[in-house]
């Protein structure tokens, strides 16, 4: 990592988590506790971690804002995570327009063309704490889809819906939400994690 440098958290109320109500803007989920860990294990160098995540948000609502809130902050790395609006909204509000795939994958392509600095993806994490819910079962081609998104633009992929199935796999009956999305302490804590380990060879 750069000595000096501005990474950018930008998704939905998962990466919003709080930032509002917060004096730093980092709210408290899994940015905060990126934010706490870089920062006390890299204090020589001039760090500056910002949070753009927006409750509600689909890859619709990233495009509307990808200038404003990522492009004109010029930002060394860009974090993303979105899709399980992008799917939570086909379950829970059927009758509004909804982003399938297809558009997800445009959308999102086009927005990484246009960005510079290293891009670093992270899979859409869960929706019900249940392998086999109906969410997570169509969550299964946007998971594909930043897969290989990140193939595609040479970014570091953040495996987090794998490392929750995995984690739920374990038959642990130890919970990572308060609702089936939003994380509590511990899904927060696998969110840093996995973006921690994946980013291992960035953060040397």
Known sequence: MKDKGRILFIGD???????????????????????????TAFPSKE?????KGIGGNRATDLKARWEKDVLALNPDYVSVSIGINDVWRQLDSPDMEQVYP????????????????????????????????EGNQKLV????????LAKKFNAILVPTHQDFIDYLNT???YKL????VHMNSAGNMLMAASWIKACE????
């Open 13 to 39: 109320s998962i990466t919003e988590s709080g930032r509002y109500e917060d004096a730093e803007g980092i709210g408290n989920g899994y940015v905060r506790l990126l934010h706490d860990y870089l920062i």
């Open 47 to 51: 760090l500056e971690i910002m949070n």
């Open 102 to 133: 297809e558009q997800f994958e445009e959308i999102l392509t086009g927005l990484l063309e246009k960005t510079n600095g290293q891009l670093i993806l992270m899979e859409p994490t869960v929706i019900e704490e249940d392998v086999d819910s």
């Open 141 to 148: 081609p946007y998971v594909e889809i930043i897969r290989n």
């Open 171 to 173: 038959g642990t009956a």
């Open 177 to 180: 939400t308060t609702d089936g």
């Open 201 to 204: 060879s960035l953060l040397k």
